[in-house]
């Protein structure tokens, strides 16, 4: 079955690309045996379902009048310039990082996509060398079951639905938008688009796709808007540089995670708990309420000197805990 | 019906290959398509169909099979198919596959690397279907050298069949911790790099991430022999152990996220937005370190002892707070005035 479609596939390309002119229907029927030895009916439903294999494939193919002037006769054709990979020279060490590249994407679709795109370019005599390839490198690797459904649709510019789940919420809203783009940020993704319920961009997670995503108009049917920023857009889910810092005491030898970023500025201090070796440290953080957090998870490790809020909102925080234990 | 858009799409880029090359034995071809010698043969047998228009004998691409028909190492030669002598143009979906590929190693390269990624960027453009636009895409990749150094030491390592020697942080215990291990596979999952390998320290398989780890060394001792199947990340990380004790938490709204992100039993709704999860603790100290750092928004329920290890350090850290040392006059403004970059 493969094989006898493959045929008929190839043998349609090579026919539309050779051919002068456009080709009717008809035409292409008394050419090709397959269609010849169908049905009408047979022969309608396969040549639209050969059109559409034709077009996934990325080959342009083209509608139109077969004679200019009498526009009653439509036909079909491949033009060559469209359909051919143009000749491009890569140097050898532009063909070693194309080679880097198709092993960035630790994602089954899109790691096809990429070695698709090789292969042409391997088509068209470039060799990529195997050895070459060993190296350390970045990988992209979403899991989200609704990325490549929301990939395919930004690439292709089609508006889409899903249903959202927000952060602490249990209500799911379905969500109406135009994709502009991906973000990645430490390993969550994210799209970002025109919510078109709400008139503005939004920036949804993709782990909070709940829904299927589910095409809601044709590829192709908006445009980003000129100048659109994306890392403008992104700006609030990038780290914030650290701008305020924590005097900290830990006892020697615990808190290795906050000892990574913090300097010591003493040692051999003697803790609240009057038991000596305790260092203190200078600690840079953003968020109050997240370093707090972290504090928080090194307990009886550490105890914070200043600044007097930071304090405050750690030991008030371990007091609710042994409130509600008790409870 | 997609093996046939596989097929043709393979058959595509198989033409022009083999005429833009000298002999291509059919071992070569099959590897540089990823595919099987035998996937070639039937290959060569759809192209043996295939020509102009009519088909007659003298319109028909010509396969020399006998070359290959029993030798992998025969010469795949194809002739009468000169019309096909370009591969198609690179579709949009690859192209833009293939441009956040090279955008994300570009981030992760050093400054010296930026011009020839930026070539190839620009030649990719060219090679893209015409009127395909790149979606936009903005990526902050985690930089962290010592984790892509410790990737490359731990390689090594598999390739060259070594033991490793890691350093290696539990932030769950707060601990460093020195162990020798027999490496398996890297391996990604949800953005974090981690290396699957036999722990000597645990006398167990275990999953270490790469960015936890502080020193890797190779250790001139070949690994042990392990009979394990490969790890299958698709179900998540997780694997309840048999020690696992079933704890039950209460989680405030605000803390709703950690039964999507641990894996949870069950889930009840207790109204106001909180929510009842019972999961799987093989580390008592794991929990009462989630509960803390998330306090007050986590309550642990069960089991007791777990309730009273969590109140009881809890009161420790607390009493580190209570006395009249607490520093919150000058020195507190000083050093928050003197902020320390």
């Known amino acids: 079955m493969v094989t006898a479609k493959s045929e008929r596939l190839l043998n349609l390309v090579i026919l539309l690309l050779v051919a002068r002119n456009y080709t009717t229907k008809e035409q292409i029927r008394s050419l090709m045996e397959p269609y010849r030895a169908s049905s009408d009916e047979a022969f309608d439903r396969m040549f639209e379902r050969d059109k559409d294999d034709l077009r996934a494939l990325g080959i342009p193919l083209e509608v139109g009048f077969v004679d200019k ?56 005599g470039l060799s990529f060398d195997r050895e070459q390839l060993d190296h350390v490198q970045p990988t992209l690797a979403p899991q989200d079951p609704a990325f490549e459904p929301l990939w395919q649709a930004t690439v292709h510019r089609t508006p889409v639905q899903f249903d959202y789940s927000r952060a602490g919420q249990r209500d799911l809203t379905t969500r109406h938008i135009q994709p502009w783009g991906v973000i990645t940020t430490q390993g969550r993704w994210y799209v970002a688009g025109l919510d078109t319920d709400r008139g503005e961009p939004r920036m949804f997670r993709l782990s909070r796709v709940v829904s299927d995503v589910v095409a809601t108009g044709e590829p192709g049917s908006y445009s980003v808007p000129e100048g659109t920023d994306l890392r403008a857009l992104s700006q609030s889910l990038t780290p914030r540089e650290a701008d305020r810092s924590a005097v900290v005491l830990a006892r020697a030898g615990a808190a290795i995670g906050l000892r990574r970023r913090a300097d010591i500025t003493t040692t051999g201090v003697t803790g609240p708990d009057g038991t000596p070796g305790w260092d203190q440290l200078a600690v840079p953080y953003v968020s109050q309420t997240d370093f707090a957090g972290e504090l928080l998870g090194y307990a009886d490790a550490v105890v914070v000197e200043s600044p007097a809020e930071l304090r405050n909102a750690v030991s008030s925080r371990l007091a609710r805990v042994i409130q509600g234990a008790a409870t | 019906m997609s093996g046939a858009r596989e097929q043709v799409s393979r058959l595509l880029a198989l033409v022009p290959y083999l005429q833009s090359r000298g002999d291509v034995s059919l071992t070569q071809v099959a590897a540089d398509f990823d595919v099987t010698p035998d996937q070639i043969r039937k290959d060569l047998g759809v192209l043996w169909m295939c020509g102009l228009p009519g088909l007659t004998p003298d319109k028909m691409i010509d396969v020399d099979f006998e070359a290959i028909e029993d030798d992998p190492d025969g010469v795949v030669r194809i002739e009468n198919a000169e019309y096909l002598a370009r591969p198609v143009r690179v579709g949009s979906s690859e192209a833009s596959a293939l441009i956040v590929a090279l955008r994300a190693l570009r981030e992760g390269s ?13 030649k990719l453009e060219e090679a893209a279907a015409t009127g395909t636009a790149p979606p936009k895409v903005e990526l902050h990749l985690e930089q962290n050298e010592a984790s892509q150094r410790h990737a490359a030491a731990l390689r090594e390592a598999i390739a060259t069949n070594r033991q490793a020697r890691l350093d290696y ?103 106001g ?11 008592p100290r794991w929990l009462v370190r989630l509960a803390l750092r998330l306090a007050p928004s986590v309550t642990v329920v069960e089991p007791a002892t777990m309730r009273s290890d969590l109140e009881r350090t809890a009161k420790a850290a607390l009493s580190l707070y209570d006395d009249a040392h607490g520093r919150s006059g000058e020195h507190a403004a000083s050093a928050q005035g003197g902020g320390v970059a």
């Not at chain 1, 359909?83 to 630790?106: C, H, N, Q, T, Y």
Request: hydrophobic share 45%; proline share 5%.
């Open chain 2, 110 to 122: 050093p400054e010296s690397a930026y011009e020839v990624i930026d070539r190839c960027l620009v």
């Open chain 2, 273 to 283: 937005g909180r929510l009842a999860a019972t999961l799987r603790v093989d580390d």
């Open chain 1, 69 to 124: 002037f009498f526009e009653d006769e439509q036909g079909y054709r491949i033009k060559r310039d469209a359909f051919e990979l143009p000749a491009i020279d890569f140097s050898a060490d532009e063909v070693a990082v194309l080679g880097l590249a198709a092993r960035v994407w630790r994602h089954a679709g899109l790691a096809a996509a990429t070695s698709d795109a090789l292969m042409k370019l391997k088509a068209a």
């Open chain 2, 169 to 271: 942080y539990v932030p769950t215990r707060d601990e460093a911790t020195r162990r020798t291990v027999d490496p398996l596979e890297l391996l990604t999952s949800d953005g974090h790099d981690y290396l699957d390998a036999w722990c000597h320290l645990a006398g167990a398989r275990r999953l270490f991430r790469l960015d936890r780890m502080q020193a890797v060394e190779l250790v001139d001792e070949p690994r042990q022999e392990h009979d394990l199947a490969p790890r299958d990340l698709s179900e998540g990380l997780f694997e309840p152990g048999p020690d696992n004790v079933v704890a039950v938490v209460h989680l405030e709204p605000h803390a709703r996220w950690v039964a999507d992100y641990y894996p949870v039993d069950t889930v009840e709704e207790l109204g």
